[in-house]
Each structure stands twice: as structure tokens, then as C-alpha cells.
Antibody
């Protein structure tokens, strides 16, 4: 079945780095844009980043621009989120989501279960 | 920056009764191609979000037809014709046209 499984979360000190992974299965990974969305404890959803099907276009929320990098490996059916210079306000559950289209603007129709990132000293 | 607002933020509804959620955008979401770039998501308690409605009025795969979306430009509405227990959760509107901004969410609970 169509599935996204995130991994790589954990507890990290401020200023350090972490890389999240999202393994996709059950659909043609190379055809659709992919997103990362996060949710701080008790808060709403915040979009983080998007990558087009062919990696030609990437977009980031202002809150993470210059610190986070989204990438994908079609050979591994995996999308990544490299998070550098982490701050306490980056603490959240991070969800990976597939878009309905190559452009990343037609709706996130498959979501992972999320991976928790806690930034604390 | 674009601002998405939703009302109400809390919505108690009795089973079988209709429900309506409003979403307003500070900028138009009407694209030159005629589509309104506004999506609705539901996050049930303890679960990941799911797509309900895309491009303002199109139900996602598997979404019951009691859910409907409407609106254009800056004003949008999600309607549930008859609320069921499984509809409990937080409903978010989201615009993917400018900066992928989510609304604050509307928490629907059963009376």
C-alpha cells in the first residue's frame, strides 16, 4: 500500500544538526513533489519545505531558510531533510507528505506517521 | 506575508447536524488558470493530517460526500452536511499558491 515512513528524529542540542529521512513505497516516487510539514507541541501545522519531482525546484519556509535543506534520492525512494543550526523553536513532530502533482501545489494526499525532533540542552 | 484565518476556532456540533468552517486569505488564491489554490485537511486526535478537499471544491480520494468545499478568491467554506463521530478533530485550510500557509485550525467536537 502507499506508505511514507519517517525516521531520524531524536533529542539534539541547540546549534547541532540532524537529518530526517522519509522512505516511500507503494507509488511512483519519481512522479510527485514531496513536502515536510511540522507541528510543535500543542500547536498547528507549519509547512517546512517542498521539493519537486525532479529536484529542480525547492522551497522553504522563512523560519528554516538557510538552515534546512530538502533533497531526494529516487534510487532509494527517499526524501531527506537536513537540519542545521537547530533551535529550540524547531522542536516538533516532522511529517513527510506526498503531493498529488509534480509541482507541489495540488494537495498533500499521503502523510507519514511523523518523527519527533526535540532541541534541548 | 499572507495570512490565513479560520472561524470559528472551536465548533461543537451534535451528531447528524451540519457544520460549516470559514477560511479567509489575505491575498487572492485564484490562479490565472481559473483554479483556487486552497486545500482543506483534517487531523484526527493522535493521527497524521489527511487531505479532504483540494483546489477549494474537489474531494480527495475516499472522502465521504458529506464533505464539500466552496469559495473563490479570498473566502472559502468547508461544509459537513451531517456530522458523524469520526469527524472529530482539527480542520486546517492551507494555501499552496504563495507560501504554503496553514490556517490556525478549527477544532470540531461532538456535543
Amino acid at each position: 500500500q502507499v506508505q511514507l515512513v519517517e525516521s531520524g528524529g531524536g533529542v539534539v542540542q541547540p546549534g547541532r544538526s540532524l537529518r530526517l529521512s522519509c522512505a516511500a513505497s507503494g507509488f511512483t516516487f519519481s512522479r510527485d513533489a514531496m513536502h515536510w510539514v511540522r507541528q510543535a507541541p500543542g500547536k498547528g501545522l507549519e509547512w517546512v519545505a517542498v521539493i519537486s519531482y525532479d529536484e529542480s525546484n525547492k522551497g522553504y519556509a522563512d523560519s528554516v531558510k538557510g538552515r534546512f535543506t530538502i533533497s531526494r534520492d529516487t534510487s532509494r525512494n527517499t526524501v531527506y531533510l537536513q537540519m542545521n543550526s537547530l533551535r529550540a523553536e524547531d522542536t516538533a513532530v516532522y511529517y513527510c507528505a506526498k503531493d498529488r502533482a509534480v509541482t507541489g501545489r495540488l494537495g498533500m494526499d499521503v502523510w507519514g506517521q511523523g518523527t519527533t525532533v526535540t532541541v534541548s540542552s | 506575508d499572507i495570512v490565513m484565518t479560520q472561524s470559528p476556532l472551536s465548533l461543537p456540533v451534535a451528531p447528524g447536524e451540519p457544520a460549516s468552517i470559514s477560511c479567509r486569505s489575505s491575498q487572492s488564491l485564484l490562479h490565472s488558470n481559473g483554479d483556487n489554490y486552497l486545500h482543506w485537511y483534517l487531523q484526527r486526535p493522535g493521527q497524521s493530517p489527511q487531505l479532504l478537499i483540494y483546489l477549494a471544491s474537489n474531494r480527495a480520494s475516499g472522502v465521504p460526500d458529506r464533505f464539500s468545499g466552496s469559495g473563490s478568491g479570498t473566502d472559502f467554506t468547508l461544509k459537513i452536511s451531517r456530522v458523524e463521530a469520526e469527524d472529530v478533530g482539527v480542520y486546517y485550510c492551507m494555501e499552496p499558491l504563495h507560501s504554503y500557509t496553514f490556517g490556525p485550525g478549527t477544532k470540531l467536537e461532538i456535543k
